[in-house]
């Protein structure tokens, strides 16, 4: 058979034609024609599905269903779809032992995973198909640097476990872990709620990592609004894997391109949206860092300054008492969007679905009665989800979480541990109580490696009943931890920063209205006989990551040459009158 090779019958230039085009590229041909192409299939855009399937944990076992939605819609539309698999590390799961240490690292691995193959093979398009936390942002990020046609099909929420008449979520089998420690529940009783939390298919069920930064991908744009919403085991999935299979086609025949999604105004948005939702603080983490891979001007103040603005206005766990299921039968995203755009809290930014984000809010359909989205005017609380404070302690910033609790100022003595497991065991063993201010270093970036989230801490420490506390940590948190907590520390101890340098007793205070965490100590005077605490030298992908990997400041990105920390430079903490 003659194949259609002459310049004048070719479709316009894709980039798959470096693959398939030319008497020079048979080979390549004889390779796709194995795996199923036709004649008339190279004529059609070529289409990456990369799916974050996997059957280790709810949150991704269903996506390998979800790309056959995909899959026929981009058929539909013209296109040619090819299949490909990347890693997910799960949180829940590796949560409180040496496996976390994976967990933000993944994020760095699936991104080059998915850079590689769709370079690696010339593709037009890309669906990213995604799950357990790291995977979202993640898949931003590769799009962020190839600036190809590409879009991210979040697969939704889980519903929530029931235990009698009561709605649950993973965020109570943690704090459960707690009560048991304290003997205020017993072995049945653990059973019972670990058996019942997840149910089935889906991401953790509240505002945590996973249905936060879904939320922010489609108000940047990059996610078709509506798609991310639907919880995972919702027979609607199916049609809104479809509609992601037909847009990624349109987006390459439009010419369009990930950075057109990714700017400076669609991740003040995406900021803003984090706010009002009560989302996690972790998104300030992959907002920066896709906004680095980007190239764009946008750091931990931009952050801070979306939260100035924007009050909580979405009553939604860790703090709040629905799940990501309730918003979604609200009115979702696009009731979170209308409120934020009436309030002139938002830009009108251009999406993937091919409308903008002014049109897509103006579609929202608020269920009667609903009380999960209030309005701007009155919000659940007036300020928003986390702040942004630097100080003594973090001369380059802290992440601190604003959400479930009204605190405004705290101070304590510390009680320093150079890993989380001290920390826990310390917690569960009643050596830590009201009042003190618990500090957990060594666990930064670089430190870990890997930045784990402290979520079996501050679960605990709910969990024992201990309210009136403090915990400041170079590592982070889980979307699913609330209370008076300040994570992020930059710079961390594994570098020298002066969280290194706090010693047991020290008075720390966090100050939230003055922006302000300070440590009543000479560190200037430690720091001449520092020596970092020793640990075992991390080995393989950990060695890696811990060479490359930037300040949690500026997103913990392994790119080269990342853009400077941003520095806020708040005044010095006013002296208390009673001091």
């Given at each position: 058979?003659?194949?259609?090779?002459?310049?004048?019958?070719?479709?316009?230039?894709?980039?798959?034609?470096?693959?398939?085009?030319?008497?020079?590229?048979?080979?390549?041909?004889?390779?796709?024609?194995?795996?199923?192409?036709?004649?008339?299939?190279?004529?059609?855009?070529?289409?990456?599905?990369?799916?974050?399937?996997?059957?280790?944990?709810?949150?991704?076992?269903?996506?390998?269903?979800?790309?056959?939605?995909?899959?026929?819609?981009?058929?539909?539309?013209?296109?040619?779809?090819?299949?490909?698999?990347?890693?997910?590390?799960?949180?829940?799961?590796?949560?409180?032992?040496?496996?976390?240490?994976?967990?933000?690292?993944?994020?760095?691995?699936?991104?080059?995973?998915?850079?590689?193959?769709?370079?690696?093979?010339?593709?037009?398009?890309?669906?990213?198909?995604?799950?357990?936390?790291?995977?979202?942002?993640?898949?931003?990020?590769?799009?962020?640097?190839?600036?190809?046609?590409?879009?991210?099909?979040?697969?939704?929420?889980?519903?929530?476990?029931?235990?009698?008449?009561?709605?649950?979520?993973?965020?109570?089998?943690?704090?459960?872990?707690?009560?048991?420690?304290?003997?205020?529940?017993?072995?049945?009783?653990?059973?019972?709620?670990?058996?019942?939390?997840?149910?089935?298919?889906?991401?953790?069920?509240?505002?945590?990592?996973?249905?936060?930064?879904?939320m922010a991908l489609s108000m940047m744009g990059l996610s078709p609004m509506g798609a991310n919403d639907v919880p995972a085991v919702d027979?609607?999935?199916?049609?809104?894997?479809?509609?992601?299979?037909?847009?990624?086609?349109?987006?390459?025949?439009?010419?369009?391109?990930?950075?057109?999604?990714?700017?400076?105004?669609?991740?003040?948005?995406?900021?803003?949206?984090?706010?009002?939702?009560?989302?996690?603080?972790?998104?300030?983490?992959?907002?920066?860092?896709?906004?680095?891979?980007?190239?764009?001007?946008?750091?931990?103040?931009?952050?801070?300054?979306?939260?100035?603005?924007?009050?909580?206005?979405?009553?939604?766990?860790?703090?709040?008492?629905?799940?990501?299921?309730?918003?979604?039968?609200?009115?979702?995203?696009?009731?979170?969007?209308?409120?934020?755009?009436?309030?002139?809290?938002?830009?009108?930014?251009?999406?993937?679905?091919?409308?903008?984000?002014?049109?897509?809010?103006?579609?929202?359909?608020?269920?009667?009665?609903?009380?999960?989205?209030?309005?701007?005017?009155?919000?659940?609380?007036?300020?928003?989800?986390?702040?942004?404070?630097?100080?003594?302690?973090?001369?380059?910033?802290?992440?601190?979480?604003?959400?479930?609790?009204?605190?405004?100022?705290?101070?304590?003595?510390?009680?320093?541990?150079?890993?989380?497991?001290?920390?826990?065991?310390?917690?569960?063993?009643?050596?830590?109580?009201?009042?003190?201010?618990?500090?957990?270093?060594?666990?930064?970036?670089?430190?870990?490696?890997?930045?784990?989230?402290?979520?079996?801490?501050?679960?605990?420490?709910?969990?024992?009943?201990?309210?009136?506390?403090?915990?400041?940590?170079?590592?982070?948190?889980?979307?699913?931890?609330?209370?008076?907590?300040?994570?992020?520390?930059?710079?961390?101890?594994?570098?020298?920063?002066?969280?290194?340098?706090?010693?047991?007793?020290?008075?720390?205070?966090?100050?939230?209205?003055?922006?302000?965490?300070?440590?009543?100590?000479?560190?200037?005077?430690?720091?001449?006989?520092?020596?970092?605490?020793?640990?075992?030298?991390?080995?393989?992908?950990?060695?890696?990551?811990?060479?490359?990997?930037?300040?949690?400041?500026?997103?913990?990105?392994?790119?080269?040459?990342?853009?400077?920390?941003?520095?806020?430079?708040?005044?010095?903490?006013?002296?208390?009158?009673?001091?």
């Amino acid at each position: 058979m003659t194949q259609n090779y002459s310049p004048e019958k070719r479709p316009e230039e894709r980039r798959s034609h470096a693959i398939t085009r030319g008497p020079s590229r048979a080979a390549a041909r004889s390779y796709l024609r194995a795996a199923g192409m036709r004649d008339e299939d190279f004529d059609k855009p070529m289409i990456g599905i990369v799916n974050t399937w996997s059957t280790v944990t709810p949150c991704n076992m269903h996506l390998d269903r979800l790309a056959k939605d995909v899959r026929a819609g981009i058929a539909a539309a013209g296109g040619y779809a090819v299949d490909f698999n990347t890693i997910v590390v799960t949180d829940g799961i590796s949560m409180g032992s040496p496996g976390m240490k994976a967990s933000l690292i993944s994020r760095e691995v699936v991104a080059d995973s998915i850079e590689l193959v769709i370079q690696g093979h010339q593709l037009d398009g890309v669906v990213c198909i995604v799950g357990c936390d790291k995977t979202i942002p993640a898949a931003a990020m590769a799009l962020a640097r190839m600036d190809i046609p590409g879009l991210v099909y979040y697969g939704g929420t889980i519903l929530p476990g029931r235990i009698g008449e009561r709605e649950i979520s993973i965020q109570e089998v943690f704090e459960a872990i707690g009560a048991h420690g304290a003997g205020a529940l017993d072995d049945a009783g653990l059973k019972a709620v670990e058996s019942a939390a997840c149910p089935g298919a889906g991401a953790c069920g509240g505002q945590f990592t996973a249905n936060t930064m879904a939320m922010a991908l489609s108000m940047m744009g990059l996610s078709p609004m509506g798609a991310n919403d639907v919880p995972a085991v919702d027979p609607a999935k199916a049609a809104e894997g479809e509609r992601c299979g037909r847009l990624i086609v349109e987006r390459v025949f439009a010419g369009d391109h990930a950075r057109k999604y990714i700017t400076r105004r669609s991740l003040q948005n995406a900021a803003a949206a984090v706010s009002a939702s009560g989302g996690s603080t972790n998104a300030v983490l992959h907002l920066t860092a896709i906004a680095a891979e980007a190239g764009v001007e946008f750091g931990v103040e931009d952050c801070h300054q979306a939260c100035e603005a924007a009050p909580v206005i979405c009553d939604l766990k860790p703090g709040g008492r629905f799940l990501a299921s309730h918003l979604y039968a609200a009115g979702g995203t696009r009731l979170l969007a209308q409120r934020l755009a009436e309030a002139g809290l938002i830009a009108n930014t251009p999406t993937v679905s091919g409308e903008s984000l002014f049109a897509e809010a103006a579609r929202a359909e608020e269920a009667p009665g609903q009380q999960v989205v209030t309005a701007v005017a009155a919000p659940v609380t007036p300020r928003g989800s986390f702040a942004v404070i630097y100080g003594d302690v973090a001369p380059e910033g802290a992440i601190l979480k604003l959400t479930g609790h009204a605190i405004d100022r705290f101070e304590g003595p510390a009680v320093v541990f150079d890993s989380e497991e001290d920390a826990f065991h310390a917690v569960q063993d009643g050596s830590v109580g009201e009042g003190d201010v618990i500090v957990i270093r060594y666990e930064g970036p670089r430190g870990g490696p890997g930045m784990r989230e402290m979520l079996q801490v501050t679960a605990a420490l709910k969990g024992r009943g201990i309210r009136e506390v403090a915990l400041i940590t170079d590592g982070r948190f889980s979307g699913a931890s609330y209370g008076f907590v300040a994570g992020h520390v930059s710079p961390e101890a594994a570098v020298g920063g002066p969280i290194a340098l706090i010693r047991d007793g020290d008075r720390i205070t966090i100050d939230v209205p003055n922006r302000r965490i300070d440590v009543a100590a000479d560190l200037d005077a430690r720091r001449r006989g520092f020596v970092p605490v020793a640990r075992p030298a991390p080995t393989g992908v950990f060695a890696k990551y811990a060479a490359t990997v930037a300040s949690a400041a500026q997103g913990a990105v392994t790119i080269p040459n990342p853009p400077p920390a941003q520095v806020f430079r708040p005044a010095a903490t006013p002296a208390r009158e009673d001091a």
